[in-house]
C-alpha cells in the first residue's frame, strides 16, 4: 500500500527564519497531496494542498511543492511566527482514503 | 455550516465495556473517514465509509472494531470489549467527494479505556 515518510521529527527555528518540511510518498498512482496542522489537543486543520497537475502553489507565507517524478513535495513556511508552531503533516490520496506521515513538531523561538 | 462534529468529545470506559463514537459530516458531504490517532503519532486510517456502505475498511482491526454510516443520522464507530491498547483520539473526516479534495476533521473524540 501508500507509504509516506516526512522529515524531519522535529524543527526548530529562529522567529523569522523560514522552515521546510519533506515527505515522499510510494504510489505513482497519487494525486492529491494536503498538509495539515495541528496544535495540541486539536482538529487537524488543512492549510495548503496541491494536485498532481501542478507544480508549485503559494498562499501568503506558506507554499508547496510537488516533483512527481521524485516523488516528492515539501512545505515551505517563510517568516515564521510563533503561532506557526504546531505539528505538521503531510498526506498523499491516490483514491480511497488519505495516508499520512508521521508528522513534523515545528517550534518557533521567538 | 457547523462543520464535522463529533460526540462525545471524551469517553472513559472501563476494559471489557463498548465504546460508541459518533461523526456527523459537513452539510453537503456523504463520505465519512475514521483515523485514529495515538499519543504524539500519526493519524491512521482505519475506515472509509459511503452512506450505507463501507467502502475501504483496510485500515480497521478485524475484531472488535466496527463502523456504520446509515441512510440517516451520523455515522458510528463501535469498539467493543474495549482494552486499553485502544485508548486513543478518534478522528473522523468528510469530504464532498473521494479523497482528492478537501477533507475536513472533526474535533475528535479521546477515549480513554481505564
Known amino acids: 500500500g501508500e507509504n509516506v515518510e516526512q522529515h524531519p521529527s522535529t524543527l526548530s527555528v529562529q522567529e523569522g527564519d523560514s522552515a521546510v518540511i519533506k515527505c515522499t510518498y510510494s504510489?505513482?498512482?497519487?494525486?492529491?497531496f494536503p498538509w495539515y496542522k495541528q496544535e495540541l489537543g486539536k482538529r487537524p486543520q488543512l492549510i495548503i494542498d496541491?494536485?498532481?497537475?501542478?507544480g508549485e502553489k503559494k498562499d501568503q507565507r506558506i507554499a508547496v511543492t510537488l516533483n512527481k517524478t521524485a516523488k516528492h513535495f515539501s512545505l515551505h513556511i517563510t517568516e515564521t511566527q510563533p503561532e506557526d508552531s504546531a505539528v505538521y503533516f503531510c498526506?498523499?490520496?491516490?483514491?480511497?482514503?488519505?495516508?499520512f506521515g508521521a508528522g513534523t513538531i515545528l517550534r518557533v523561538k521567538s | 455550516n457547523a462543520g464535522v462534529m463529533q460526540n462525545p468529545r471524551h469517553l472513559v470506559r472501563r476494559r471489557g465495556q463498548e465504546a460508541r463514537l459518533r461523526c456527523s459530516p459537513m452539510k453537503g458531504h456523504s463520505h465519512v473517514y475514521w483515523y485514529r490517532q495515538l499519543p504524539e503519532e500519526g493519524l491512521k486510517f482505519m475506515v472509509y465509509l459511503q452512506k450505507e456502505n463501507i467502502i475501504d475498511e483496510s485500515g480497521m482491526p478485524k475484531e472488535r472494531f466496527s463502523a456504520e454510516f446509515p441512510k440517516e443520522g451520523p455515522s458510528i464507530l463501535r469498539i467493543q470489549q474495549v482494552v486499553r491498547g485502544d485508548s486513543a483520539a478518534y478522528f473522523c473526516?468528510?469530504?464532498?467527494?473521494?479523497?482528492?479534495?478537501?477533507?475536513?476533521f472533526g474535533q475528535g473524540t479521546r477515549l480513554t479505556v481505564v
Open positions: 496541491i494536485r498532481s497537475n501542478v
Open positions: 498526506a498523499s490520496s491516490g483514491g480511497n482514503k488519505l495516508v
Open positions: 473526516a468528510s469530504s464532498r467527494q473521494v479523497m482528492n479534495t478537501e477533507a475536513f
Open positions: 504510489d505513482s498512482a497519487s494525486n492529491y
